[in-house]
C-alpha cells in the first residue's frame, strides 16, 4: 500500500496569508490527524477527523481549521498566517475507528516571511 | 498539563551495542503508547506499540518495557545500527471519550546517535 502524502512538501507564504495544505491518507484508512511540529513545542496535536467529521481539537486558535472529504483525503486551512506558524504540518491516518497506530506522512514545511 | 517527557535528550552507541530510550509520563490515565523515530526530513515512523494491559511487547531487534508503578517507559534496541540514528519519540493516549479520538501526546525525544 502507499504511504500517507502530504502536499506541497513545502511552501512559503507571507504574514497575513491563508494557506491549505492537503493530505491522502493510506488506502482504507478514514481517520486523519494533524499535528504541527516545532523545534520549541515538538509535536503538537491540531484535530483528528473521521468519515468526514471532526472528532477532536487541539488547543489551537480558531485560524487553523480542517476537513475531510468522502474518500477520506484531508486539508487545513490556516488563515491570517503569522510568523509563528512557521512549522513543520504532519498528518497521519489510522485505520482504527477508535485508537490505534498512526502513520505519519513526511509532512509540508511552512514558512513565513 | 500533563505531558509525555524524556530523561535523555541525547544517546550516542557504538554500533552493535543495544541502546535503551526512556521516557516518563505523568497522566496516570494515559493507556496507550507508541514510540516513533523520525529521521531528518521525515515524518515519524511508526515502531512499536503497547497498551496498558502489557507490561512488554516485543518486535524486530525492539522490545517495548512499560512500569504502569513508576509511570516509566522505555524502548530497547538490540544490536543497534548506523540506519538507527534518528529521533525517537514516545507518544501515549487516553481513553477519555471523545477527547481521545486521534490524539497523541508526544514526548520531547531524544536524539540517538550510532558510530560505526
Known amino acids: 500500500k502507499a504511504g500517507v502524502t502530504q502536499t506541497p512538501r513545502y511552501l512559503i507564504k507571507t504574514r497575513g496569508q491563508q494557506v491549505t495544505l492537503s493530505c491522502s491518507p493510506i488506502?482504507?484508512?478514514?481517520?486523519v490527524s494533524w499535528y504541527q511540529q516545532t523545534p520549541g513545542q515538538g509535536l503538537q496535536f491540531l484535530f483528528e477527523y473521521f468519515s468526514e467529521t471532526q472528532r477532536n481539537k487541539g488547543n489551537f486558535p480558531g485560524r487553523f481549521s480542517g476537513r475531510q472529504f468522502s474518500n477520506s483525503r484531508s486539508e487545513m486551512n490556516v488563515s491570517t498566517l503569522e510568523l509563528g506558524d512557521s512549522a513543520l504540518y504532519l498528518c497521519?491516518?489510522?485505520?482504527?475507528?477508535?485508537?490505534?497506530?498512526?502513520?505519519f506522512g513526511p509532512g509540508t514545511r511552512l514558512t513565513v516571511t | 498539563g500533563e505531558s509525555v517527557g524524556l530523561h535523555l535528550p541525547t544517546l550516542s552507541v557504538q554500533e552493535g551495542d543495544n541502546s535503551i530510550i526512556n521516557c516518563a509520563y505523568s497522566?496516570?490515565?494515559?493507556?496507550?503508547f507508541i514510540w516513533y523515530k523520525q529521521e531528518s526530513g521525515k515524518g515519524p515512523q511508526f515502531i512499536i506499540d503497547?497498551?496498558?494491559?502489557?507490561d512488554k511487547r516485543q518486535g524486530q531487534r525492539v522490545t517495548v518495557l512499560l512500569n504502569k508503578t513508576v509511570k516509566h517507559l522505555s524502548l530497547q534496541i538490540a544490536a543497534t545500527q548506523p540506519g538507527d540514528s534518528a529521533v525517537y519519540f514516545c507518544a501515549e493516549n487516553m481513553e477519555s471519550g471523545g477527547t481521545s479520538y486521534g490524539k497523541l501526546t508526544f514526548g520531547q525525544g531524544t536524539i540517538l546517535t550510532v558510530h560505526p
Open positions: 488506502s482504507g484508512h478514514r481517520s
Open positions: 497521519a491516518s489510522s485505520h482504527q475507528r477508535d485508537r490505534g497506530e498512526q502513520y
Open positions: 497522566n496516570s490515565a494515559s493507556d496507550y
Open positions: 503497547i497498551r496498558s494491559n502489557m
